[in-house]
């Protein structure tokens, strides 16, 4: 696999290496800005310049909802599931799910990536405890 288009919004990267557990995001070599979702320019100082690096999965719950409707098919089985934002310690809010809680609204909790399958090809990162 290549990645050295200069210019992408393309976020294969990042799912290609969560299927290896693996948390990447586009780095700015102009500024060093830490992006997510994945951007041909940075928002922070327009550079077009990034390379793709991997980053401590670890952070802190942002924010945290339950949801008792499926706004997707493969979510139907899981109501009332939680979307969460964290964020991560590298700077990049990450909208995902928390497991391995028992009470709700976990805000400010340190959390820890763990990847997760999702249907037959897709691997999510989730968080758990840190
Ligand atoms: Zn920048």
Known sequence: MSYETPETS????????AAQG????????????????????CPECLDRRFVWEEVEPAG???????????????????????VTLVELDCGVRLLSTLVGFDDDAPVGARVRARFEAVGDHSVVPVFGPA
């Not at 393309?10 to 290496?17: G, L, T």
């Not at 070599?29 to 320019?41: D, I, K, L, N, Q």
């Not at 942002?62 to 939680?82: D, F, M, Q």
């Open 22 to 41: 693996r948390l990447v995001f586009q780095r700015c070599e102009a500024c060093s800005y830490v992006r997510w979702p994945a951007a041909g320019v």
């Open 60 to 82: 802190t719950v942002w924010s945290y909802a339950v949801y008792h409707r499926a706004y997707a098919g493969h979510l139907k089985e899981r109501i009332p599931y939680n």
């Open 10 to 17: 393309d976020d294969s990267r990042f799912w290609d290496e």
